[in-house]
Protein backbone atom coordinates (compact mmCIF):
# COMPACT_ATOMS: atom_id res chain seq x y z
CA UNK A 1 0.00 0.00 0.00
CA UNK A 2 3.04 2.44 0.73
CA UNK A 3 4.42 1.37 -2.30
CA UNK A 4 1.52 2.43 -4.46
CA UNK A 5 1.38 5.46 -2.53
CA UNK A 6 4.35 6.80 -3.65
CA UNK A 7 4.55 6.38 -6.59
CA UNK A 8 1.10 7.92 -6.94
CA UNK A 9 2.81 10.91 -5.57
CA UNK A 10 5.82 10.55 -8.19
CA UNK A 11 3.62 10.29 -10.81
CA UNK A 12 1.75 14.17 -9.67
CA UNK A 13 4.81 15.62 -8.62
CA UNK A 14 6.23 15.00 -12.33
CA UNK A 15 3.54 15.21 -14.29
CA UNK A 16 3.71 18.84 -11.85
CA UNK A 17 7.32 19.34 -13.21
CA UNK A 18 6.48 19.28 -16.84
CA UNK A 19 3.41 21.42 -16.60
CA UNK A 20 -0.06 19.42 -17.77
CA UNK A 21 -2.14 18.65 -20.37
CA UNK A 22 -5.67 19.32 -20.40
CA UNK A 23 -8.61 17.63 -21.77
CA UNK A 24 -9.89 20.16 -23.36
CA UNK A 25 -13.14 20.42 -25.87
CA UNK A 26 -12.81 23.42 -28.56
CA UNK A 27 -15.65 24.74 -30.50
CA UNK A 28 -15.71 24.57 -34.46
CA UNK A 29 -18.37 25.79 -37.38
CA UNK A 30 -21.05 23.04 -37.50
CA UNK A 31 -24.93 22.72 -36.79
CA UNK A 32 -25.02 19.83 -35.04
CA UNK A 33 -24.50 20.64 -31.35
CA UNK A 34 -23.23 17.24 -30.73
CA UNK A 35 -20.69 17.38 -33.16
CA UNK A 36 -19.97 21.09 -32.67
CA UNK A 37 -16.75 20.42 -29.67
CA UNK A 38 -13.84 18.56 -30.76
CA UNK A 39 -11.73 16.68 -28.28
CA UNK A 40 -7.84 17.88 -27.85
CA UNK A 41 -5.08 18.04 -24.99
CA UNK A 42 -3.62 21.53 -24.37
CA UNK A 43 -0.01 21.05 -22.97
CA UNK A 44 1.30 24.02 -21.27
CA UNK A 45 3.74 24.74 -18.13
CA UNK A 46 1.44 27.70 -17.30
CA UNK A 47 -1.93 29.53 -18.25
CA UNK A 48 -0.59 33.08 -17.43
CA UNK A 49 2.35 33.27 -19.83
CA UNK A 50 1.76 33.84 -23.13
CA UNK A 51 3.87 32.00 -25.74
CA UNK A 52 3.07 30.80 -29.46
CA UNK A 53 1.59 27.41 -29.95
CA UNK A 54 2.02 24.69 -32.06
CA UNK A 55 -0.84 22.72 -33.01
CA UNK A 56 -0.37 18.69 -34.08
CA UNK A 57 -3.61 17.37 -36.00
CA UNK A 58 -3.45 13.56 -36.10
CA UNK A 59 -5.68 10.58 -36.94
CA UNK A 60 -3.52 8.22 -34.78
CA UNK A 61 -4.76 8.89 -31.16
CA UNK A 62 -3.79 12.16 -29.16
CA UNK A 63 -3.17 10.17 -25.89
CA UNK A 64 0.26 8.63 -27.22
CA UNK A 65 1.29 12.17 -27.09
CA UNK A 66 0.80 11.82 -23.14
CA UNK A 67 3.91 9.38 -23.26
CA UNK A 68 6.14 11.32 -24.68
CA UNK A 69 7.07 13.61 -22.19
CA UNK A 70 10.28 14.64 -20.46
CA UNK A 71 11.55 17.27 -18.46
CA UNK A 72 11.04 20.90 -19.71
CA UNK A 73 13.80 22.09 -21.50
CA UNK A 74 15.07 24.26 -24.46
CA UNK A 75 15.93 22.94 -27.55
CA UNK A 76 13.85 20.20 -27.92
CA UNK A 77 12.01 17.37 -25.83
CA UNK A 78 9.80 14.98 -27.27
CA UNK A 79 6.80 16.67 -27.64
CA UNK A 80 8.36 17.07 -29.73
CA UNK A 81 9.96 20.53 -29.41
CA UNK A 82 10.99 23.05 -26.71
CA UNK A 83 8.62 22.91 -23.90
CA UNK A 84 9.75 26.39 -22.18
CA UNK A 85 8.85 28.76 -24.98
CA UNK A 86 5.89 27.00 -26.65
CA UNK A 87 2.41 25.49 -26.13
CA UNK A 88 0.91 22.81 -27.95
CA UNK A 89 -2.58 21.41 -28.89
CA UNK A 90 -2.83 18.07 -29.77
CA UNK A 91 -6.51 17.26 -31.45
CA UNK A 92 -7.60 13.68 -32.92
CA UNK A 93 -9.19 13.83 -36.52
CA UNK A 94 -12.97 14.36 -36.70
CA UNK A 95 -14.16 10.42 -37.04
CA UNK A 96 -10.92 9.10 -35.30
CA UNK A 97 -10.26 8.32 -31.42
CA UNK A 98 -11.80 10.79 -29.00
CA UNK A 99 -13.45 12.58 -31.96
CA UNK A 100 -14.37 9.35 -33.88
CA UNK A 101 -18.39 9.71 -33.14
CA UNK A 102 -18.64 13.17 -34.14
CA UNK A 103 -17.50 12.52 -38.11
CA UNK A 104 -18.74 14.30 -40.82
CA UNK A 105 -19.35 12.40 -44.16
CA UNK A 106 -17.40 15.23 -46.97
CA UNK A 107 -16.29 17.36 -43.86
CA UNK A 108 -13.36 19.25 -45.16
CA UNK A 109 -11.11 18.30 -42.00
CA UNK A 110 -9.17 21.98 -42.99
CA UNK A 111 -12.02 23.63 -41.62
CA UNK A 112 -11.11 21.97 -37.96
CA UNK A 113 -7.55 23.09 -38.49
CA UNK A 114 -8.66 26.48 -39.22
CA UNK A 115 -11.56 26.70 -35.92
CA UNK A 116 -8.78 25.20 -33.99
CA UNK A 117 -5.92 27.86 -34.78
CA UNK A 118 -7.97 30.86 -34.07
CA UNK A 119 -9.55 29.23 -31.31
CA UNK A 120 -5.72 29.16 -29.99
CA UNK A 121 -5.17 32.73 -30.51
CA UNK A 122 -7.89 33.58 -28.53
CA UNK A 123 -6.30 31.57 -25.01
CA UNK A 124 -4.78 33.49 -22.31
CA UNK A 125 -1.51 31.10 -22.90
CA UNK A 126 -1.27 32.14 -26.02
CA UNK A 127 0.43 35.28 -28.01
CA UNK A 128 -1.57 34.52 -31.23
CA UNK A 129 1.22 32.93 -32.91
CA UNK A 130 0.59 29.47 -34.69
CA UNK A 131 2.39 26.96 -35.95
CA UNK A 132 1.44 23.30 -37.50
CA UNK A 133 3.50 20.30 -37.24
CA UNK A 134 3.75 16.55 -38.24
CA UNK A 135 4.39 14.09 -40.98
CA UNK A 136 2.48 11.85 -43.49
CA UNK A 137 -1.39 11.97 -42.60
CA UNK A 138 -0.20 14.43 -40.09
CA UNK A 139 1.08 16.78 -42.67
CA UNK A 140 -1.80 16.51 -45.24
CA UNK A 141 -4.32 17.95 -42.83
CA UNK A 142 -1.71 20.85 -42.41
CA UNK A 143 -2.02 21.20 -46.16
CA UNK A 144 -5.79 21.60 -45.81
CA UNK A 145 -5.64 23.60 -42.60
CA UNK A 146 -3.03 26.53 -44.64
CA UNK A 147 -5.25 26.51 -47.90
CA UNK A 148 -8.09 28.38 -45.63
CA UNK A 149 -5.68 31.44 -44.26
CA UNK A 150 -6.56 30.71 -40.94
CA UNK A 151 -5.55 34.51 -40.05
CA UNK A 152 -3.50 33.64 -37.12
CA UNK A 153 -1.49 30.61 -38.64
CA UNK A 154 2.41 32.39 -39.18
CA UNK A 155 3.97 28.73 -41.07
CA UNK A 156 3.77 24.99 -40.76
CA UNK A 157 6.33 21.76 -41.28
CA UNK A 158 4.10 19.32 -43.00
CA UNK A 159 6.70 16.11 -43.28
CA UNK A 160 6.37 13.23 -45.45
CA UNK A 161 4.23 14.07 -47.81
CA UNK A 162 2.57 15.58 -51.03
CA UNK A 163 -0.49 17.46 -50.85
CA UNK A 164 -1.89 15.93 -54.54
CA UNK A 165 -4.34 12.91 -54.37
CA UNK A 166 -3.54 11.08 -57.23
CA UNK A 167 -3.70 7.91 -59.38
CA UNK A 168 0.29 7.42 -58.44
CA UNK A 169 -0.45 7.29 -54.81
CA UNK A 170 -2.02 3.82 -54.93
CA UNK A 171 -0.91 2.63 -58.55
CA UNK A 172 2.54 2.37 -59.34
CA UNK A 173 2.85 1.49 -63.03
CA UNK A 174 -0.58 0.35 -63.08
CA UNK A 175 0.23 -1.90 -60.60
CA UNK A 176 -2.10 -1.62 -57.07
CA UNK A 177 0.24 -0.85 -54.43
CA UNK A 178 -1.46 -3.74 -52.34
CA UNK A 179 0.80 -3.71 -49.13
CA UNK A 180 0.28 0.06 -48.96
CA UNK A 181 -3.28 0.51 -49.38
CA UNK A 182 -4.45 -2.48 -47.09
CA UNK A 183 -2.62 -0.64 -44.29
CA UNK A 184 -4.12 2.51 -44.91
CA UNK A 185 -7.78 1.04 -44.41
CA UNK A 186 -6.56 -0.80 -41.52
CA UNK A 187 -5.34 2.64 -40.53
CA UNK A 188 -9.07 4.26 -41.03
CA UNK A 189 -8.27 5.98 -44.57
CA UNK A 190 -9.93 4.92 -47.95
CA UNK A 191 -11.21 1.56 -48.21
CA UNK A 192 -9.49 -0.79 -50.54
CA UNK A 193 -12.74 -1.38 -52.20
CA UNK A 194 -13.00 1.98 -53.25
CA UNK A 195 -9.20 1.96 -54.98
CA UNK A 196 -9.45 -1.28 -56.61
CA UNK A 197 -12.85 -0.09 -57.93
CA UNK A 198 -11.08 2.35 -60.11
CA UNK A 199 -7.75 0.77 -61.42
CA UNK A 200 -7.66 3.28 -64.24
CA UNK A 201 -6.65 6.50 -64.34
CA UNK A 202 -10.18 7.71 -64.96
CA UNK A 203 -12.16 10.64 -64.28
CA UNK A 204 -12.46 10.11 -60.74
CA UNK A 205 -8.97 10.37 -60.29
CA UNK A 206 -8.23 13.38 -62.63
CA UNK A 207 -11.40 14.60 -60.65
CA UNK A 208 -9.44 13.77 -57.21
CA UNK A 209 -5.86 15.10 -58.09
CA UNK A 210 -7.01 18.42 -59.60
CA UNK A 211 -9.17 19.42 -56.56
CA UNK A 212 -6.30 18.56 -54.21
CA UNK A 213 -4.05 20.87 -56.37
CA UNK A 214 -3.20 23.62 -53.24
CA UNK A 215 -0.38 25.17 -54.43
CA UNK A 216 -1.90 28.36 -55.25
CA UNK A 217 -3.50 28.88 -51.93
CA UNK A 218 -0.54 28.95 -49.71
CA UNK A 219 0.47 31.90 -48.12
CA UNK A 220 2.47 31.09 -45.16
CA UNK A 221 6.31 29.74 -45.40
CA UNK A 222 6.56 25.86 -45.17
CA UNK A 223 9.02 23.20 -44.00
CA UNK A 224 9.01 19.98 -45.88
CA UNK A 225 10.70 17.02 -45.55
CA UNK A 226 11.28 13.49 -46.70
CA UNK A 227 13.39 10.87 -47.14
CA UNK A 228 14.92 8.51 -49.95
CA UNK A 229 13.53 5.32 -48.75
CA UNK A 230 10.02 7.16 -47.57
CA UNK A 231 7.07 6.16 -49.89
CA UNK A 232 7.23 8.72 -52.80
CA UNK A 233 10.07 10.74 -52.56
CA UNK A 234 9.54 12.43 -56.21
CA UNK A 235 5.99 13.36 -55.17
CA UNK A 236 7.48 15.57 -52.11
CA UNK A 237 10.28 17.37 -54.01
CA UNK A 238 7.14 17.87 -56.68
CA UNK A 239 5.06 19.24 -54.12
CA UNK A 240 8.44 21.75 -52.99
CA UNK A 241 8.82 22.93 -55.95
CA UNK A 242 4.98 23.68 -56.95
CA UNK A 243 4.79 25.78 -53.64
CA UNK A 244 7.86 27.88 -54.96
CA UNK A 245 6.05 28.29 -58.36
CA UNK A 246 2.88 28.90 -57.71
CA UNK A 247 1.86 30.13 -53.47
CA UNK A 248 1.90 33.69 -52.78
CA UNK A 249 4.56 35.57 -54.03
CA UNK A 250 5.48 36.88 -50.57
CA UNK A 251 6.23 33.34 -49.34
CA UNK A 252 7.82 31.56 -52.58
CA UNK A 253 11.25 32.39 -51.58
CA UNK A 254 10.65 31.18 -47.89
CA UNK A 255 9.60 27.36 -48.52
CA UNK A 256 12.65 24.96 -47.61
CA UNK A 257 12.91 21.06 -48.51
CA UNK A 258 15.44 18.62 -46.93
CA UNK A 259 15.79 15.03 -48.50
CA UNK A 260 17.50 13.01 -46.15
CA UNK A 261 18.38 8.97 -46.09
CA UNK A 262 15.31 8.00 -44.26
CA UNK A 263 12.30 5.64 -44.57
CA UNK A 264 9.13 6.95 -43.87
CA UNK A 265 8.96 5.26 -40.40
CA UNK A 266 12.12 6.21 -39.01
CA UNK A 267 12.83 10.04 -40.15
CA UNK A 268 15.76 11.52 -38.66
CA UNK A 269 17.10 8.19 -37.00
CA UNK A 270 20.38 6.45 -37.72
CA UNK A 271 19.67 3.02 -38.74
CA UNK A 272 17.78 2.69 -41.83
CA UNK A 273 17.73 -0.73 -42.57
CA UNK A 274 21.02 -2.32 -42.61
CA UNK A 275 23.14 0.94 -43.20
CA UNK A 276 23.64 3.92 -40.32
CA UNK A 277 23.78 7.10 -40.62
CA UNK A 278 25.20 8.87 -38.05
CA UNK A 279 25.23 12.20 -39.95
CA UNK A 280 21.75 12.86 -40.41
CA UNK A 281 20.30 11.52 -37.11
CA UNK A 282 18.22 14.21 -35.27
CA UNK A 283 18.34 16.42 -38.34
CA UNK A 284 14.53 16.96 -39.01
CA UNK A 285 13.85 17.71 -35.59
CA UNK A 286 16.82 20.38 -35.29
CA UNK A 287 15.69 21.85 -38.90
CA UNK A 288 11.81 21.80 -37.60
CA UNK A 289 13.64 23.98 -33.75
CA UNK A 290 15.44 26.36 -35.91
CA UNK A 291 12.19 26.43 -38.15
CA UNK A 292 9.61 27.79 -35.58
CA UNK A 293 12.05 29.70 -33.56
CA UNK A 294 12.70 31.61 -36.42
CA UNK A 295 8.62 32.64 -37.42
CA UNK A 296 7.09 31.96 -34.38
CA UNK A 297 9.83 33.43 -32.18
CA UNK A 298 11.24 35.88 -33.78
CA UNK A 299 14.73 34.77 -33.03
CA UNK A 300 17.57 35.72 -35.41
CA UNK A 301 19.04 32.26 -35.75
CA UNK A 302 20.07 32.29 -39.32
CA UNK A 303 17.06 30.04 -40.81
CA UNK A 304 16.40 32.90 -43.49
CA UNK A 305 19.67 31.93 -44.68
CA UNK A 306 19.46 27.93 -44.76
CA UNK A 307 19.81 26.47 -47.80
CA UNK A 308 16.76 26.07 -50.57
CA UNK A 309 17.03 22.72 -50.91
CA UNK A 310 19.27 20.48 -48.35
CA UNK A 311 19.65 16.30 -49.64
CA UNK A 312 21.77 13.79 -48.36
CA UNK A 313 23.97 12.07 -50.80
CA UNK A 314 24.60 8.55 -49.80
CA UNK A 315 27.73 6.74 -50.54
CA UNK A 316 29.76 9.84 -49.56
CA UNK A 317 27.55 10.50 -47.27
CA UNK A 318 27.53 13.97 -47.03
CA UNK A 319 24.96 16.89 -46.60
CA UNK A 320 24.37 18.73 -50.54
CA UNK A 321 22.75 21.91 -51.07
CA UNK A 322 20.48 23.52 -54.00
CA UNK A 323 18.51 25.84 -55.07
CA UNK A 324 16.37 23.48 -57.95
CA UNK A 325 16.48 19.42 -57.24
CA UNK A 326 16.05 19.00 -61.03
CA UNK A 327 19.48 21.64 -62.29
CA UNK A 328 21.21 19.21 -59.61
CA UNK A 329 22.24 16.09 -62.63
CA UNK A 330 24.01 17.74 -65.48
CA UNK A 331 24.31 14.96 -67.63
CA UNK A 332 23.03 11.20 -67.97
CA UNK A 333 24.82 8.12 -68.07
CA UNK A 334 22.98 4.95 -70.51
CA UNK A 335 23.80 1.35 -69.34
CA UNK A 336 23.14 -1.20 -71.44
CA UNK A 337 21.96 -4.15 -70.79
CA UNK A 338 24.09 -6.84 -72.49
CA UNK A 339 25.33 -10.41 -72.73
CA UNK A 340 26.62 -12.67 -69.37
CA UNK A 341 24.09 -10.39 -66.96
CA UNK A 342 26.45 -7.26 -67.78
CA UNK A 343 25.18 -3.82 -67.52
CA UNK A 344 27.65 -1.83 -69.93
CA UNK A 345 28.06 1.44 -71.41
CA UNK A 346 28.27 -0.12 -74.83
CA UNK A 347 25.36 -1.97 -76.36
CA UNK A 348 26.20 -5.04 -77.47
CA UNK A 349 27.45 -5.31 -81.17
CA UNK A 350 26.83 -8.70 -82.26
CA UNK A 351 23.73 -9.09 -84.98
CA UNK A 352 22.34 -11.95 -83.51
CA UNK A 353 19.35 -12.64 -80.99
CA UNK A 354 20.18 -12.09 -77.68
CA UNK A 355 17.53 -12.57 -74.89
CA UNK A 356 17.10 -13.26 -71.22
CA UNK A 357 14.39 -15.09 -70.29
CA UNK A 358 12.76 -16.35 -66.62
CA UNK A 359 9.36 -18.03 -66.27
CA UNK A 360 6.85 -16.10 -63.78
CA UNK A 361 4.71 -18.13 -61.63
CA UNK A 362 1.71 -15.85 -59.75
CA UNK A 363 1.58 -18.99 -57.24
CA UNK A 364 5.28 -18.32 -56.38
CA UNK A 365 6.33 -14.46 -56.54
CA UNK A 366 9.22 -12.85 -56.36
CA UNK A 367 9.29 -11.25 -52.58
CA UNK A 368 9.41 -8.00 -51.66
CA UNK A 369 12.26 -7.15 -49.25
CA UNK A 370 13.51 -4.09 -48.31
CA UNK A 371 13.08 -0.89 -50.17
CA UNK A 372 9.80 1.91 -49.44
CA UNK A 373 7.70 -0.75 -47.53
CA UNK A 374 5.25 0.40 -45.26
CA UNK A 375 3.51 -1.75 -42.94
CA UNK A 376 2.90 -0.01 -39.29
CA UNK A 377 1.46 -3.04 -37.75
CA UNK A 378 4.74 -5.30 -38.12
CA UNK A 379 7.64 -3.93 -36.83
CA UNK A 380 9.16 -7.06 -38.08
CA UNK A 381 8.51 -6.25 -41.35
CA UNK A 382 12.09 -5.93 -43.39
CA UNK A 383 12.37 -2.51 -44.99
CA UNK A 384 15.08 0.05 -46.17
CA UNK A 385 18.28 -0.69 -47.18
CA UNK A 386 18.87 -4.62 -46.98
CA UNK A 387 21.18 -7.08 -49.12
CA UNK A 388 19.18 -9.23 -51.69
CA UNK A 389 21.00 -12.00 -52.35
CA UNK A 390 19.68 -14.44 -50.22
CA UNK A 391 15.75 -13.52 -50.95
CA UNK A 392 15.70 -12.30 -54.37
CA UNK A 393 18.63 -12.75 -56.53
CA UNK A 394 18.87 -16.67 -56.04
CA UNK A 395 15.36 -17.19 -57.15
CA UNK A 396 15.44 -18.52 -60.95
CA UNK A 397 12.91 -16.07 -61.23
CA UNK A 398 15.09 -12.83 -61.20
CA UNK A 399 16.93 -11.55 -64.41
CA UNK A 400 20.15 -9.69 -62.59
CA UNK A 401 22.28 -7.27 -64.55
CA UNK A 402 25.26 -6.05 -63.24
CA UNK A 403 28.14 -3.42 -64.16
CA UNK A 404 31.74 -4.06 -63.67
CA UNK A 405 33.09 -2.49 -60.47
CA UNK A 406 33.74 1.10 -60.84
CA UNK A 407 36.64 2.47 -61.54
CA UNK A 408 35.11 6.19 -60.44
CA UNK A 409 32.64 7.34 -58.71
CA UNK A 410 29.07 7.93 -60.26
CA UNK A 411 26.82 10.62 -58.64
CA UNK A 412 23.36 9.84 -59.15
CA UNK A 413 20.94 12.84 -58.17
CA UNK A 414 17.25 12.16 -59.84
CA UNK A 415 14.83 9.53 -61.20
CA UNK A 416 16.32 6.55 -62.77
CA UNK A 417 14.48 4.78 -65.80
CA UNK A 418 14.49 1.46 -67.12
CA UNK A 419 13.60 1.45 -71.19
CA UNK A 420 13.41 -2.57 -71.60
CA UNK A 421 12.59 -4.43 -74.83
CA UNK A 422 10.30 -7.20 -73.76
CA UNK A 423 8.06 -10.30 -74.53
CA UNK A 424 5.97 -13.10 -73.05
CA UNK A 425 3.83 -15.81 -74.33
CA UNK A 426 0.85 -14.66 -72.43
CA UNK A 427 -1.13 -11.55 -73.10
CA UNK A 428 -0.27 -9.73 -69.58
CA UNK A 429 2.02 -9.92 -67.51
CA UNK A 430 4.45 -7.17 -65.22
CA UNK A 431 8.09 -6.10 -65.24
CA UNK A 432 9.81 -4.45 -62.17
CA UNK A 433 13.51 -3.58 -61.62
CA UNK A 434 15.02 -2.74 -57.76
CA UNK A 435 18.19 -0.42 -58.42
CA UNK A 436 20.88 -2.05 -56.10
CA UNK A 437 24.07 -0.86 -54.69
CA UNK A 438 26.18 -3.89 -55.06
CA UNK A 439 29.31 -3.52 -52.26
CA UNK A 440 32.95 -5.15 -52.49
CA UNK A 441 32.23 -7.76 -50.25
CA UNK A 442 29.32 -8.49 -52.31
CA UNK A 443 26.24 -7.04 -50.40
CA UNK A 444 23.52 -5.90 -52.91
CA UNK A 445 22.01 -2.96 -51.08
CA UNK A 446 18.49 -2.18 -52.56
CA UNK A 447 18.12 1.61 -53.12
CA UNK A 448 14.40 1.84 -54.72
CA UNK A 449 11.89 -0.30 -57.07
CA UNK A 450 9.69 0.16 -59.37
CA UNK A 451 6.85 -1.77 -61.93
CA UNK A 452 4.69 -1.58 -65.09
CA UNK A 453 1.88 -3.54 -65.69
CA UNK A 454 2.10 -4.64 -69.49
CA UNK A 455 -1.49 -3.89 -70.37
CA UNK A 456 -0.86 -0.29 -69.24
CA UNK A 457 2.44 -0.01 -71.12
CA UNK A 458 1.19 3.22 -73.15
CA UNK A 459 -1.34 4.58 -70.36
CA UNK A 460 -2.98 4.24 -67.75
CA UNK A 461 -6.26 4.98 -68.85
CA UNK A 462 -6.39 2.53 -71.27
CA UNK A 463 -5.97 -1.82 -71.63
CA UNK A 464 -3.72 -2.87 -74.41
CA UNK A 465 -2.67 -6.40 -74.26
CA UNK A 466 0.23 -8.15 -75.75
CA UNK A 467 0.27 -10.47 -78.72
CA UNK A 468 2.13 -13.22 -76.91
CA UNK A 469 5.85 -13.34 -78.71
CA UNK A 470 5.92 -9.47 -79.93
CA UNK A 471 8.25 -7.29 -78.45
CA UNK A 472 7.14 -4.41 -76.37
CA UNK A 473 9.15 -1.17 -75.53
CA UNK A 474 8.21 -0.56 -71.92
CA UNK A 475 9.38 2.36 -69.73
CA UNK A 476 9.65 1.94 -65.80
CA UNK A 477 10.70 5.52 -63.76
CA UNK A 478 11.66 4.71 -60.47
CA UNK A 479 11.44 7.51 -58.08
CA UNK A 480 14.22 10.42 -57.15
CA UNK A 481 17.06 9.85 -54.54
CA UNK A 482 20.73 10.66 -54.68
CA UNK A 483 23.79 8.20 -54.11
CA UNK A 484 27.31 8.09 -55.06
CA UNK A 485 27.90 5.20 -55.93
CA UNK A 486 31.66 4.94 -54.92
CA UNK A 487 35.13 3.21 -56.67
CA UNK A 488 35.00 -0.37 -56.16
CA UNK A 489 31.28 -0.87 -55.94
CA UNK A 490 28.96 -1.82 -58.85
CA UNK A 491 25.57 -0.47 -60.34
CA UNK A 492 23.14 -3.43 -60.14
CA UNK A 493 19.19 -4.07 -61.59
CA UNK A 494 17.46 -6.50 -60.85
CA UNK A 495 14.44 -7.71 -63.25
CA UNK A 496 11.21 -9.59 -61.72
CA UNK A 497 7.75 -9.99 -62.95
CA UNK A 498 6.45 -9.62 -59.37
CA UNK A 499 7.53 -7.60 -55.96
CA UNK A 500 5.28 -9.22 -53.57
CA UNK A 501 3.53 -8.07 -51.32
CA UNK A 502 4.41 -4.50 -51.77
CA UNK A 503 2.60 -4.62 -55.46
CA UNK A 504 -0.03 -7.09 -56.23
CA UNK A 505 0.77 -10.25 -58.57
CA UNK A 506 -0.13 -10.46 -62.09
CA UNK A 507 -2.44 -13.45 -63.00
CA UNK A 508 -1.20 -13.32 -66.25
CA UNK A 509 -4.40 -14.54 -67.88
CA UNK A 510 -5.36 -11.32 -69.58
CA UNK A 511 -8.43 -11.63 -67.96
CA UNK A 512 -10.27 -8.44 -65.81
CA UNK A 513 -8.31 -7.26 -63.32
CA UNK A 514 -8.63 -7.61 -59.51
CA UNK A 515 -11.27 -10.24 -59.58
CA UNK A 516 -10.80 -14.16 -58.81
CA UNK A 517 -9.04 -15.99 -61.80
CA UNK A 518 -7.35 -18.65 -62.39
CA UNK A 519 -3.22 -17.82 -62.55
CA UNK A 520 -1.07 -18.86 -65.47
CA UNK A 521 2.67 -19.30 -65.68
CA UNK A 522 3.91 -16.38 -68.04
CA UNK A 523 7.29 -17.20 -69.63
CA UNK A 524 9.09 -13.36 -70.06
CA UNK A 525 12.18 -12.50 -72.40
CA UNK A 526 14.25 -9.42 -72.29
CA UNK A 527 15.91 -8.74 -75.23
CA UNK A 528 18.94 -6.54 -75.44
CA UNK A 529 20.31 -7.26 -79.15
CA UNK A 530 19.72 -5.18 -82.62
CA UNK A 531 17.22 -2.52 -82.68
CA UNK A 532 15.99 -3.69 -78.76
CA UNK A 533 18.90 -2.47 -76.84
CA UNK A 534 17.48 -2.44 -73.39
CA UNK A 535 18.93 0.23 -71.22
CA UNK A 536 19.25 2.35 -67.75
CA UNK A 537 19.22 5.91 -67.74
CA UNK A 538 21.04 7.59 -64.91
CA UNK A 539 20.84 11.13 -64.34
CA UNK A 540 24.24 11.91 -62.72
CA UNK A 541 26.17 14.97 -61.97
CA UNK A 542 29.51 15.67 -63.37
CA UNK A 543 30.43 19.40 -63.30
CA UNK A 544 33.18 20.71 -61.32
CA UNK A 545 33.01 22.92 -58.28
CA UNK A 546 33.68 25.84 -61.18
CA UNK A 547 31.54 24.49 -63.79
CA UNK A 548 33.23 26.54 -66.64
CA UNK A 549 36.72 25.93 -65.99
CA UNK A 550 39.20 23.40 -64.06
CA UNK A 551 42.45 26.10 -63.59
CA UNK A 552 43.15 29.76 -65.27
CA UNK A 553 45.12 27.54 -68.13
CA UNK A 554 42.02 24.77 -69.11
CA UNK A 555 38.68 26.26 -70.03
CA UNK A 556 35.93 25.53 -72.54
CA UNK A 557 32.97 28.50 -73.34
CA UNK A 558 29.65 27.76 -75.51
CA UNK A 559 28.09 30.13 -77.16
CA UNK A 560 25.06 31.19 -78.08
CA UNK A 561 22.91 28.80 -74.89
CA UNK A 562 20.19 29.16 -75.53
CA UNK A 563 20.45 28.26 -79.18
CA UNK A 564 17.81 28.08 -82.14
CA UNK A 565 21.20 27.08 -84.47
CA UNK A 566 24.38 26.53 -83.99
CA UNK A 567 26.91 26.26 -80.74
CA UNK A 568 30.38 27.93 -81.16
CA UNK A 569 32.49 25.94 -78.70
CA UNK A 570 35.92 27.76 -77.54
CA UNK A 571 38.87 25.52 -75.57
CA UNK A 572 41.99 26.00 -74.25
CA UNK A 573 44.79 23.66 -73.81
CA UNK A 574 47.98 23.78 -71.78
CA UNK A 575 49.77 20.93 -73.89
CA UNK A 576 49.41 19.11 -76.76
CA UNK A 577 46.52 16.31 -76.79
CA UNK A 578 43.60 14.77 -78.39
CA UNK A 579 40.32 16.34 -77.99
CA UNK A 580 36.94 14.74 -78.62
CA UNK A 581 33.24 16.99 -78.20
CA UNK A 582 30.01 15.02 -78.43
CA UNK A 583 26.76 15.71 -78.71
CA UNK A 584 24.25 13.74 -76.46
CA UNK A 585 20.16 13.67 -76.24
CA UNK A 586 17.81 13.90 -73.07
CA UNK A 587 18.10 9.71 -73.05
CA UNK A 588 21.90 9.27 -73.34
CA UNK A 589 21.88 8.59 -77.48
CA UNK A 590 25.06 9.97 -79.19
CA UNK A 591 23.50 12.53 -82.15
CA UNK A 592 26.87 13.59 -83.07
CA UNK A 593 30.99 13.64 -82.35
CA UNK A 594 33.99 15.92 -83.54
CA UNK A 595 37.85 14.15 -82.52
CA UNK A 596 40.70 16.14 -84.10
CA UNK A 597 44.62 16.66 -82.15
CA UNK A 598 45.80 19.82 -80.91
CA UNK A 599 49.82 20.20 -81.50
CA UNK A 600 50.01 23.54 -79.74
CA UNK A 601 49.28 24.96 -76.60
CA UNK A 602 46.43 27.43 -76.91
CA UNK A 603 43.08 28.95 -77.32
CA UNK A 604 40.54 26.64 -80.16
CA UNK A 605 37.10 27.00 -81.29
CA UNK A 606 34.89 24.84 -83.28
CA UNK A 607 31.23 25.36 -84.65
CA UNK A 608 29.52 22.17 -83.98
CA UNK A 609 25.48 22.62 -86.01
CA UNK A 610 22.36 21.68 -84.27
CA UNK A 611 19.69 23.04 -86.60
CA UNK A 612 18.87 19.26 -87.85
CA UNK A 613 17.72 18.28 -84.01
CA UNK A 614 14.19 18.77 -82.17
CA UNK A 615 13.58 21.29 -79.90
CA UNK A 616 14.75 20.29 -75.99
CA UNK A 617 17.72 19.40 -73.91
CA UNK A 618 20.98 18.13 -74.86
CA UNK A 619 24.75 17.60 -73.35
CA UNK A 620 27.70 18.35 -75.20
CA UNK A 621 30.77 16.64 -73.67
CA UNK A 622 34.27 17.72 -74.16
CA UNK A 623 36.70 15.48 -73.07
CA UNK A 624 41.00 15.83 -73.38
CA UNK A 625 43.51 13.76 -71.70
CA UNK A 626 43.59 15.13 -68.43
CA UNK A 627 39.70 15.83 -67.72
CA UNK A 628 36.14 16.22 -69.28
CA UNK A 629 33.07 18.12 -68.69
CA UNK A 630 29.43 17.85 -69.37
CA UNK A 631 27.69 21.09 -70.70
CA UNK A 632 23.84 21.42 -70.55
CA UNK A 633 22.55 23.22 -74.07
CA UNK A 634 19.12 24.20 -74.53
CA UNK A 635 18.08 24.17 -78.44
CA UNK A 636 14.83 26.13 -79.47
CA UNK A 637 13.48 26.00 -82.91
Given at each position: ??????????????????????????????????????????????????KPTILIQTPYNKNSYRTLQSSPQEGGTQLPFDTINYNYVVLDWRGFFANKEKDIIGKDRGEDGYDVVEWIAQQSWSDGKVGTYGGSALGQIQFLTARLHPPHLVCAAPLIK?????????????VYRKEHCEQLQRLGFLPTSLILSHYKKDFYWNFIENNSDLSSDIEVPMLLISGWFDHYPSFCIRAFHDLKDSSSPNVRDKHKLIMGPWLHSSIGQTEQGDLIFPEAENVPNQASVKFFDYYLRKINNGWENEPVIKYFEMGSNQWKTADNWYNVADAYDTLYFNDNHLLTELPSMLGIVSADSVEYNPKDPSPTFGGSRFNPFDPKTPMGPLDLRDTVENRPDALIYTTEPLTEDVTLNGSVTAELFVSSDREDTDFGIRLCDVYPDGRSMILTQGIRRMRFRNSYANEELMIPGEIYPVEIELHDLSINFLAGHSIRVIVTNSNYPMFDINLNNGD????PGDTVIAKTYLHHWGTYKSKVILPVSKKTDVEDYLNKDISIKVSPNPTSDRIEINYSINQPCSISIELYNLIGEKISSLSKVESEVGNYSTTLSLSENSSGVYFLKYKNNEFSIVKKIILTQ
Open positions: MLKTFTIIIFFICYNFSIGEYRETEIPTRVTDTDKKYLEADVYTLDSITKDFLTKYEDYYYGGSLYV
